[in-house]
Structure formats: structure tokens, C-alpha cells
């Protein structure tokens, strides 16, 4: 196909509005930056950052363009099927989000989130700006641009990153190996397949210059190369489907064309076979019935570096389809029209979690997403959100097929339709498989928006001017609609970004105390960021932090008695009042009901009145929101233990074991409980009964081994915990303990062996640090060891170490 010559001087009009030209730049900055953008420091969160520059972007738009009107005082519109149901999926939110019972959480949440009522309205927003601004063959071609400028510096940025290490390039920001510029890593997948999908669609369907199909060739194999490293195996499946519809609606035309041609009378015509799509569908089914082990069984033969920096690990978790369905029916049951609110899946997830969800390693996991965002918004939004999206899939598969199979005289006008239609759709269907980070987002409206604007330059959907200056009352209304607008979107634009430098506060806040351990300081930053944004999080961590304060305080040596009731009193009141304020703030978040119950708690081994009956009435209602977390249980057993009520401690103990029989803090809390109640003997005998009856259960031997380990046992213990390592490889408590029980046993080197994995999976952890280069230098395990660590690590309140565990998907989405 020729396209028609496109003039590359600008791609502004010189007779434009001004304002109107902002608008142009400001949705070109978007999309040119939101692959790239991100602000170089560990207090800025890198999510926030591009979802920042998203509405930045789309409220200097949406004022320059209300400015705009107000000066020409014309309005043009689409009445179109398609354009009101894009718009009626934002509107259907807004009412869900009304109804929800945590409305601020609906309508913005932290600020960063994808599942928001603010993001969504900005993404329609940036579709509707894109079909309007757009609309001609010479502003799609610098839309497109935008679009491509990026990837060749993101495929660097990658590529030196994959070579030099994950901590090259990380800014203290994309410090995790598989961090990417898009998002995560499987997001880098679904990136690069876009872009692969771009280029041959361009290759087939654009008649180019030597140096342009070079350039696409280039980028092509760039984008397939990394694909094969993220290897995403969704990604192979859908753009083997693509790369195969795209081979036959192209050989399908091509053949169709030839024929027309030769009826004419021109023989010399002939039918070109689109052979680039079918090399990528012939690479993608190689990649899927390769599996992935392509890298990985080179680089296990040759054994050079090169192949083996292309083998990358990567592991992300979210729920399933059987979780997504099971937790959507239970909450469409309660919530049938319109849904628990926008962004407020966790909720659900917390109330229906599935059992068998508890036997894995992530039953401590709040998921924020179900198994793909659409899935999650027909939990979220109901009937009606659910209703407003199939209407627009509907309308956007029917309009996009029918351009596809209507017949331009232009042949770059059929590109740019046949592109961002195909492009925008294979999009769209990742929104329904996966939660794609805002990046992807962005991309995905803004083809929406291109293939909008091509239905407007092939007459496919009307554009109709109204003039509302004409009318004295239409113009009076209308511009007081306008100045309202202006005015909203000023008030906006300041909570934005109230609510980021907030964030900015709170994540220095939690450096000042986790990295300086300066509390005092994080305490002042912690007071900053409520003053600029009322969020229950930055409440829950004060309270937090003023009882570790307490705990501090307790422990210092020459303070005068009146000083310390003053500081006591003080700190005290402050974690209190600051996680009542995150309950008020939030009552559906059993975090915040948990932070007010640990305030009352903090005092109830003083014999406070009522503090005992308040931290317990506060854990109730978290186990209310959160029924089927073992974590609740135990909080409310160490409450009884508090409370010296060692029988109900127990029971709560049970209660969390009959949740999750082998988890490990109730497991280690109990067998603490037995130890202090001298019955050490009959605990071992109720444990190896327990065992007995249940071999399969890795719980039961930590339990017995530890019980062992306190009646210096050690053999035994040693036994105990080896069974539960058998069951578990990686039970790090398991295998702390089985390397002490080795050295009380003089098995120095088969102690060393264990927390030389303890180092591989804990590499920052001190205590294994400090175990390790002791038994290596000959010393009593626990030689040289300071506060707040000890050696008797089988008599503290919690174990040692935290079982790690892969991340998750619901990372700053």
C-alpha cells in the first residue's frame, strides 16, 4: 500500500487555538512519557509516578480545551453508539463507587491504583481527547510516533539492565531484578508484543522505504528477542492468534484485490503472501511448544554467562479463574447491581477466600485483583459496570470488523484503522487475562481512541459541530458548565497533588524508621503526610509507630518515673487516637481494626479498665472482614495471654490450627504456652500422638521438634525437624532450628550446610549472618550476640525468620 505523503512539519494546524494545540501536546506527552517516566528516588512510589503524569497530562488537556470552546464557542460531538458506551463505563463507576461503603478508597484510593474510579475516568478521558485531537492522517502519524519513540529506549534500558545486573540503572527505585520500565516483568512481555504486533502489521500493510523497513525489521526482532526472555506464555498464544487472523484477512484482501485487478484486464497482477506474519505466528508456536526452556537448556549446556543472564526467574501469583468465579458469585449474591464499589476486590477476596488457599504460601496475601481486571470489575462494580462493559466490547468488536471488511480508496487511511483496531484489541483482551500495569492502561485507551478517530476520517462515525454562543440562554448555560468544569478540575488537580506529596512524607516516614531508625524523625514525616491527605494507612502506621516507641521507652534505664508517665500517657494517646482515626477513615479494612486493637492491647498487662474489652471487641470486628485468616486467631490468643486467661489463648490457638494446621507462629506460641505451664512431658506425648495421626502434616513436626529442642532433646528434635524439612525444603524455621539442634549435637558441618541456606534464601538476615560466621570460626552458635537479638531463640514471641515467598500480583496496581 502507498500512503499518502504526510507533511512531518508539525502536528498542530497554524490556524489552531492555541489552547487547542496544549491539548495536542499534552495527550502526545502522555503517551510519549508514560513508558519512561518515573521519579529517581526510593521515596517516590514508581506507580504513582506515571499515574501522576497521566492526570497531569489529561487536566492541562481538559483545561485547554474547555478554554478553547469558550473562544470558539463550538462543540463538536460524535453521536455514536460506541462513543456513549465508552463513556457510560466511567459513569456506571462513579455510581458504584457513591454506593460504596468506602467511597474515598472507590474514587482514588492511594492515588496510583488501576482499579480506581479517577484512573478510569482519566483513561476514557484520554481515549475521547485522542478520537477528537486526532481525527486527520497527519496527527495519527506523530500519535504513532509518540507511541514508537519510546521502545528503542526502553529495550536499552532493559537490555542493560538484563547484562549488568538488576541493580544497574535501579535509581533505588526498580530494585528488584525483574523490575521493568513498564511495570512488572510479565508487563515488559505484553509491552513488546504490542510492539511486535505494530511492526509487522506496519511491514505488511505500508509500501516503505528501504531505511523505514530496516528500521521495523530492527525493532521487530528487538521486540521478539524479548519476548522470548520475559516469556510470558499468554503472550506467545495471543500473538500467535493475531500474527494468524492478520495472515489471513491480509491474504484473504491480497487475493480478493488480484482478482478485481485481473478482471479488469490486468494480468501482470499478482498475490502477495504476507510472509512476515507468518514468520512471527511460526516463531510464537515455537516458543509455546518450547515451553520456555529454550535459554534455559542452553545455557545448562554451554554454561557461558551470556545465556545465562537470559535466563530469568520470574514468579507471580494471582487468583484463579475457579477464586475469581467463586468470590464474583458470593459477592453478586450481596452486592447483584452495583458491586462492593470500584477497587475494592481485596474486601471480597478477605471474606470469600477459599480454604485451600490457606495450605499454600500465600494465604497471607490480600490480593487487590481477581484473575484479570475486567473479571475484577464485574466484582466491583455489579450488574451495571458489567452491563456497560459488554455493551462496549459489543459495539467495538462489530464497529471494528465492519472497517475491517469496508473497502477505503486510501490505502494509509485503511492502515491506521486496521492497526489501532487489531492493536487496541489484542489490549483489550489482556485486560481480561491479566491486570495490565498503567502503562499498558494508558496504551490501551489510547488506541482505542486512534481506531475512534479512524471510524471519523473514513465517515464511518459522524462528527457534528454545535455553536452554543449563538443562543444567549445556550451560551449562558454552557459557559457556566464550563467555568464549573475549569474550576473542578483546578480543585482537583491540587487534592492530586496533595495526595502524592503525602505519599512522598509517608514513604520517607517509613525510611527514616526502617533504614535510620530515627522513629522520632519518622514521626514528624508520619504527622506531614496526615496534615496533607487523610488516609487510614498513614493513621495505622502512626499508631504502629508510637508503640514501638512505648516499647522503647519501657526499656529505658535512668528516667525519672514523672517523665516516663508524661512520655507514656502521650504515646499512648497518640497510637490509640491515630488508629481510631484510621477506623473512622475506613471501617471495612480489618488492618485498621487490628492497629486499634494492638493500641488497647499495648496496656492491658497494666490491669487498664476496659482496655482488654476494647482490643477484643476490635479484633472481633478485623475477623468479621477477615474470617478466614489464622492471623486474627493468634492475635486474640496473645491478647489472652495478656490477659492471663491461658485456657482461652488455647482455644484461640485451635482456632487458628483448624485454619491453617501448620502454621508456624500459632505452632511456636503454643508450644512457648506448654513450656511456661512445666508440662513440658505430656506436650511431647499429645505432639508425637498428633504426628502419629498425621504424617503427612510438616506443622506437627516443628511443633514436636521444637517441644524437644526446649527439653534439650536434641536428637530427637533433630529428627523432628528433619521430617519437617522433608515435607517442606524450604521451612526456613524448620531448618534454624535443625541446624542448632546439629551443633548441640557437635554436627558443626551439617549446621553450617543448613543456614548456609538459610543465607541463600535470607541473604540480609543478621541473625544467620552472625550464626553462621560463628560456627565457621569454631564459636558457640550465638557467640557475640546484641539486643535486640538473643540466644534463646525457641523462648521469643515470634520465630525467627518470616517463610518467604514469591511476589505477588498485587504490587502497585
Known amino acids: 500500500m502507498e500512503p499518502e505523503h504526510t507533511s512531518f512539519s508539525s502536528p498542530v494546524r497554524g490556524d489552531e487555538l492555541t489552547a487547542d494545540k496544549v491539548v495536542k501536546w499534552s495527550i502526545l506527552a502522555v503517551v510519549l512519557l508514560i513508558p519512561l517516566f518515573f521519579i529517581p528516588t526510593s521515596i517516590a512510589s514508581f506507580q504513582f509516578a506515571k499515574v501522576l503524569l497521566l492526570y497531569a497530562g489529561i487536566i492541562i488537556a481538559f483545561c485547554a480545551c474547555i478554554i478553547a470552546r469558550l473562544k470558539d464557542g463550538v462543540l463538536r460531538v460524535m453521536p455514536h453508539y460506541l462513543f456513549a458506551a465508552l463513556a457510560a463505563i466511567p459513569v456506571t463507576m462513579a455510581i458504584s463507587a457513591v454506593l460504596s461503603r468506602s467511597k474515598v478508597s472507590s474514587i482514588i484510593g492511594q492515588g496510583f491504583e488501576v482499579g480506581t474510579l479517577a484512573f478510569m475516568t482519566a483513561c476514557a478521558a484520554l481515549a475521547f481527547f485522542v478520537s ?8 495519527a502519524v506523530y500519535a504513532y510516533l509518540a507511541f514508537l519513540i519510546p521502545v528503542p529506549i526502553v529495550a536499552l534500558y532493559q537490555l542493560i539492565r538484563l547484562f549488568a545486573g538488576g541493580s544497574a540503572l535501579s535509581f533505588g527505585v526498580l530494585t528488584n531484578p525483574t523490575s521493568t520500565l513498564i511495570g512488572g516483568w510479565n508487563d515488559l512481555g505484553i509491552y513488546f508484543g504490542v510492539v511486535a504486533l505494530f511492526c509487522f502489521i506496519s511491514l505488511e500493510l505500508l509500501s516503505l522505504d528501504r531505511p523505514l523497513k530496516i528500521a521495523f525489521g530492527v525493532v521487530l526482532g528487538v521486540s ?12 506467545w498464544y495471543i500473538l500467535a492468534g493475531f500474527a494468524l487472523i492478520f495472515f489471513v484477512y491480509n491474504f484473504s484482501f491480497n487475493k480478493s484485490r488480484a482478482y478485481e485487478e485481473f478482471s479488469s484486464g490486468d494480468t501482470t497482477t499478482r498475490r502477495t503472501v504476507p510472509v512476515i506474519s507468518l514468520v512471527v505466528l511460526l516463531i510464537s508456536v515455537i516458543f509455546i511448544l518450547l515451553r520456555g ?37 458470593n459477592s453478586l449474591r450481596q452486592d447483584p447491581i452495583f458491586g462492593v464499589g470500584p477497587n475494592r476486590f481485596v474486601n471480597e477476596w478477605l471474606e470469600s477466600k477459599p480454604q485451600p488457599v490457606n495450605s499454600t504460601i500465600f494465604w497471607g496475601t490480600d490480593f487487590n485483583y481477581g484473575i484479570g481486571l475486567i473479571p475484577t470489575f464485574i466484582i466491583t462494580t455489579g450488574l451495571l459496570g458489567t452491563l456497560a462493559w459488554l455493551v462496549f466490547f459489543a459495539l467495538f468488536l462489530y464497529m471494528g470488523f465492519r472497517a475491517l471488511f469496508t473497502k477505503m480508496q486510501d490505502p494509509f487511511s485503511s492502515y491506521l484503522t486496521v492497526s489501532s483496531f487489531i492493536l487496541a484489541l489484542y489490549l483489550w483482551v489482556f485486560t481480561v487475562l491479566y491486570v495490565p500495569s498503567a502503562p499498558l492502561l494508558v496504551l490501551t485507551f489510547f488506541f482505542t481512541g486512534m481506531f475512534m478517530a479512524s471510524l471519523v476520517e473514513n465517515k464511518l462515525v459522524p462528527m457534528r459541530s454545535i455553536s452554543f454562543l449563538r443562543d444567549p440562554r445556550m451560551s449562558f448555560a ?19 497533588g496533595r495526595r502524592f506529596i503525602a505519599s512522598l512524607y509517608f514513604n520517607r516516614a517509613l525510611a527514616e524508621a526502617n533504614v535510620s531508625g530515627n522513629l522520632e524523625r519518622s514521626e514528624s514525616f508520619l504527622l506531614r503526610s496526615v496534615q496533607l491527605s487523610n488516609q487510614d494507612q498513614f493513621y495505622r502506621t502512626l499508631s ?31 497510637a490509640q487516637n491515630a488508629a481510631q482515626a484510621a477506623v473512622n477513615l475506613d471501617v471495612t479494612n480489618y ?75 500459632a505452632i511456636f506460641f503454643l508450644s512457648q504456652i506448654q513450656v511456661n505451664e512445666g508440662d513440658i512431658k505430656s506436650a511431647i506425648q499429645s505432639v508425637e500422638a498428633a504426628a502419629f495421626l498425621n504424617p503427612n502434616n510438616p506443622g506437627v513436626y516443628f511443633q514436636l521438634g521444637l517441644l524437644r529442642y526446649q527439653d534439650k532433646n536434641y536428637t530427637a528434635a533433630a529428627s523432628a525437624f528433619e521430617q519437617a524439612v522433608v515435607l517442606v525444603p524450604d521451612y526456613a524455621n524448620a531448618k534454624y532450628f535443625l541446624g542448632l539442634s546439629y551443633d548441640n549435637m557437635n554436627r558443626t558441618q551439617d549446621a553450617i550446610k543448613q543456614f548456609e541456606e538459610l543465607k541463600a534464601s535470607n541473604p540480609d538476615n543478621a541473625e544467620v549472618n552472625l550464626i553462621l560466621t560463628n560456627l565457621k570460626a569454631g564459636r558457640d552458635a550465638f557467640a557475640n550476640v546484641r539486643p535486640p537479638l538473643d540466644n534463646k531463640p525457641e523462648s521469643r514471641s515470634n520465630p525467627p525468620l518470616k517463610e518467604t515467598k514469591p511476589e505477588s500480583e498485587t504490587d502497585d496496581r
Open 591 to 665: 488492618q485498621n481494626w487490628l492497629a486499634l486493637g494492638r493500641a488497647y492491647e499495648s496496656v492491658v498487662p497494666f490491669k487498664v479498665p476496659g482496655a482488654y474489652e476494647k482490643a477484643l471487641e476490635s479484633y472481633n470486628e478485623a475477623r468479621k472482614l477477615n474470617p478466614r485468616s489464622p492471623a486474627i486467631p493468634l492475635v486474640m490468643a496473645r491478647l489472652d495471654v495478656a490477659n492471663n486467661n491461658i485456657p482461652k489463648a488455647k482455644e484461640h490457638i485451635g482456632e487458628a490450627l483448624q485454619l491453617k494446621n501448620d502454621y508456624t507462629d
Open 544 to 574: 504502629e509507630l508510637s508503640l514501638i516507641r512505648i516499647n522503647q521507652l519501657l526499656s529505658q534505664q535512668n528516667i525519672s518515673q514523672t517523665v516516663l508517665e508524661n512520655q507514656f500517657r502521650a504515646l499512648l494517646a497518640t
Open 478 to 496: 454552557s459557559v457556566l458548565v464550563f467555568i464549573v468544569l475549569l474550576l473542578g478540575m483546578l480543585v482537583t488537580s491540587y487534592a492530586i
Open 224 to 235: 521478539l528477542f524479548f519476548l522470548s526472555i520475559v516469556n510470558f506464555t499468554i503472550v
Open 293 to 329: 526452556n529454550l535459554y534455559t537448556a542452553t545455557a545448562d549446556l554451554f554454561n557461558t554467562p551470556v545465556l545465562q543472564r537470559l535466563v530469568v526467574s520470574n514468579v507471580e501469583v494471582r487468583p484463579s479463574w475457579s477464586s475469581t468465579y467463586d468470590i464474583a458469585k
Open 132 to 139: 477528537y485531537f486526532f481525527a486527520t492522517k497527519r496527527t
